[in-house]
């Protein structure tokens, strides 16, 4: 069976692009939650709450031509992966375009703006705002697709369009691909744009924080006191590798992939099942043929959503007992939905080398329906593991579960 190492690592979130950056916001307690006075127009919206991307743009970096295919989710999708084959020494190496290079990545939609042509066309008849490229930016695979067309992969691409397990999945199945030899490198991940849309969602279901006048205090994973989550966005990519070949042309490697595990609760689209979660956690530990002491850390879905937690925790605690460390980074990010997951691998990969594990922010009281855990609050926690557990579980029931291991 292949290994597959993680070569590159690149990212665009609320809080920086850069882990030097990003962990100086989780030592202070910084989040990127804030008020959006823009959506005071939407009066059916409770929340006002969301970790927006400040000044973030691609205009002036990539060729006109290119961007015309491009929504802004796209775009972060591009810039992280532009930054991940820098990391990797990928750049501008025939490899990318050789046909053993491929792409997973997902995000929950496309851009929505770009719908807006269409549904003027439906409602009124014509359309002044159609074009050729609209349904490229809306469709449902346009990070993937506009990440092939970019930087000219050749090889298999694989659409993961998941909600909040599309980014985890991108890694688990380029995980797959590699380990079962229909290529060498991955280019894995999800992204995300901020839309009012996305917060809509979520508000019609009474899930939204609408703690509008306080946004550093929320969204609160875990916390008897959460009110529900605040919607994000970003970008995060992994690229893969075989690892003789990572080695073979002398790659720094940052972690390896061993187990990915992902399976459905086949219940109810918005109610979460902790049975089957805690299956997707041991189809995991199975694939990576580790026990569930071999696990230091788990890195949460936690999105402060009073079922998701319990659901959550009481299959972590299943299957790993009530002293495992455990935190969510959404406090800190907001949910950013389809990049949520490769979001959290990436970070998990740079805390688990440093052995520094930043805690779940805006957490104080742990409700005491979530199972026991050790969940890590207040203050970092320093800690030297070898494997770490990255879950993310989704809308329709779709539960992923990655587990990482320190090279």
């Known amino acids: 069976m292949r290994r597959v190492v993680v070569t590159g690592m690149g990212g665009v979130t609320a809080l920086g692009e850069d882990w030097p950056s990003i962990r100086a916001h989780f030592a202070a307690g910084r989040t990127g939650i804030r008020f959006m006075p823009e959506w ?90 159609l074009n050729a490229t609209n349904y490229i930016q809306m469709m449902s695979h346009t990070a993937v697709v506009n990440i092939g067309l970019f930087f000219g992969v050749t090889g298999r691409i694989i659409p993961t369009s998941s909600a909040c397990t599309s980014g985890s999945q991108g890694i688990g199945y380029a995980y797959e691909a590699i380990r ?91 109610q979460p099942q902790a049975a089957t979660m805690q299956v997707a956690l041991r189809l995991a530990l199975e694939d990576a043929g580790l026990d569930p002491a071999a696990i230091g850390f788990v890195s949460g879905h936690g999105t402060a959503t009073e079922w998701g937690d319990i659901a959550e925790t009481k299959a972590t605690n299943a299957v790993f007992g009530a002293a495992m460390p455990i935190h969510s980074l959404k406090g800190f990010f907001g949910h950013s939905l389809g990049a949520c997951g490769a979001i959290e691998a990436w970070l998990s990969i740079k805390m688990m080398r440093d052995g520094w594990f930043c805690p779940t922010v805006n957490l104080a009281n742990v409700d005491e329906r979530c199972a026991p855990l050790d969940y890590v609050m207040g203050a970092p926690r320093q800690l030297e593991i070898e494997h770490l557990m990255s879950n993310n579980f989704a809308f329709g029931g779709v539960n992923t579960s990655l587990i990482l291991k320190r090279l």
């Open 40 to 129: 005071d127009r939407f009066s059916g919206i409770n929340t006002r709450l969301a970790a927006p991307i400040a000044n973030f743009s691609v205009e002036h970096r990539y060729p006109r031509k290119k961007l015309r295919t491009m929504g802004r989710v796209s775009c972060l999708a591009v810039y992280a992966t532009e930054r991940a084959l820098a990391d990797a020494g990928l750049i501008d190496d025939p490899v990318v375009r050789g046909g053993r290079t491929g792409v997973a990545y997902g995000s929950s939609f496309g851009s929505p703006d770009a719908v807006l042509g269409f549904y003027e066309l439906k409602m009124h008849g014509a359309s002044k705002h």
């Open 180 to 270: 079962w030899n229909k290529a060498d490198i991955m280019i894995a991940g999800g992204a995300e744009e901020l839309d009012i849309t996305d917060s809509a969602v979520f508000d019609t279901l009474f899930a939204t924080s609408v703690k509008n006048d306080r946004p550093e205090t929320t969204p609160r994973p875990f916390d008897r006191d959460r009110d529900g989550l605040v919607i994000g966005e970003g970008a995060g990519t992994l690229i893969l590798e075989e690892y003789e070949h990572a080695r073979a042309r002398g790659a720094r490697i940052h972690a390896e992939i061993v187990g990915f595990g992902s399976n459905s609760d086949g219940n109810h689209v918005t």
